[in-house]
């Protein structure tokens, strides 16, 4: 059964930026379920793969088990429902180059308006849709070493994947729907995060 990613809410967004993440959802899925998806998370290079259970243990994954917890679409303590849910509140205070903030197992993160606002103006889709596989697995658990100082793990190397995957779709397809802006994939790039953990 394919894997579906859910927009729940996207509070304070305008029409024109509810639209366009809508279109980035669109594409996380076809990314997640593209058929080299999940061999590529499979041999991702992972430093670690931290997560943290709800009782507030950290434990390792293993690349089997990162692939059946998107695939299954299941946030800490949520059933497998083959469902990624998102949902989104749109903050003037975090400020470039902080993307967003999420506290590991909770719905909704916050995103900075500035990333929200340059991706829709921009016509960038592939950048939100990195951006949510990223901010969705701290949802699922998944938890940097350290803030920031430790890049190959989970969350990045799974938004890799994805923005990988719609770059060689974009490429063969020419599909408008699906583009990346290259300063904003390097705004992302140096991007900073705030967790409520971690
Ligand atoms: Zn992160």
Same mark, same amino acid.
């Given at each position: 059964?394919?894997?579906?990613?859910?927009?729940?809410?996207?509070?304070?967004?305008?029409?024109?930026? #509810?639209? *366009?993440?809508? +279109?980035? %959802?669109?594409?996380?899925?076809? $990314?997640?379920?593209?058929?080299?998806? &999940?061999? @590529?998370?499979?041999?991702?290079?992972?430093?670690?793969?931290?997560?943290?259970?709800? /009782?507030? @243990?950290?434990?390792?994954?293993?690349?089997?088990?990162?692939?059946?917890?998107?695939?299954?679409?299941?946030? &800490?303590?949520?059933?497998?429902?083959?469902?990624?849910?998102?949902?989104? &509140?749109? !903050?003037?205070?975090?400020? =470039?180059?902080?993307? /967003?903030?999420?506290?590991?197992?909770?719905?909704?993160? &916050?995103?900075?308006?500035?990333?929200?606002?340059?991706?829709?103006? $921009? /016509?960038?889709?592939?950048?939100? $849709? +990195? *951006?949510?596989? *990223?901010?969705?697995?701290?949802?699922?658990?998944?938890? *940097?070493?350290?803030?920031?100082?430790?890049?190959?793990?989970?969350?990045?190397?799974?938004?890799?994947?994805? %923005?990988?995957?719609?770059?060689?779709?974009?490429?063969?397809?020419? !599909?408008? #729907?699906?583009? =990346?802006?290259? /300063?904003?994939? $390097?705004?992302?790039? %140096?991007?900073?995060?705030?967790?409520?953990?971690?």
């Amino acid at each position: 059964m394919p894997t579906s990613v859910n927009i729940l809410e996207l509070s304070d967004f305008s029409l024109a930026e #509810q639209q *366009h993440f809508g +279109r980035a %959802r669109d594409i996380l899925a076809l $990314a997640v379920n593209f058929p080299s998806f &999940r061999d @590529r998370v499979l041999t991702a290079p992972y430093k670690e793969t931290y997560f943290r259970l709800e /009782g507030g @243990r950290r434990i390792s994954l293993k690349p089997t088990e990162i692939v059946q917890i998107i695939s299954d679409g299941i946030e &800490r303590g949520t059933a497998a429902d083959g469902i990624i849910d998102i949902s989104i &509140r749109k !903050d003037p205070t975090i400020e =470039e180059p902080v993307v /967003g903030s999420t506290v590991p197992g909770k719905l909704p993160w &916050r995103t900075g308006s500035w990333f929200i606002e340059r991706c829709t103006t $921009a /016509g960038d889709t592939i950048s939100p $849709a +990195r *951006h949510m596989i *990223h901010e969705w697995l701290h949802v699922a658990g998944f938890v *940097h070493k350290r803030q920031n100082g430790y890049r190959n793990d989970v969350a990045y190397l799974v938004g890799d994947v994805v %923005r990988g995957i719609l770059r060689e779709i974009a490429a063969q397809k020419s !599909d408008h #729907q699906i583009s =990346e802006d290259l /300063g904003i994939a $390097a705004a992302l790039d %140096r991007s900073l995060e705030h967790l409520g953990e971690d």
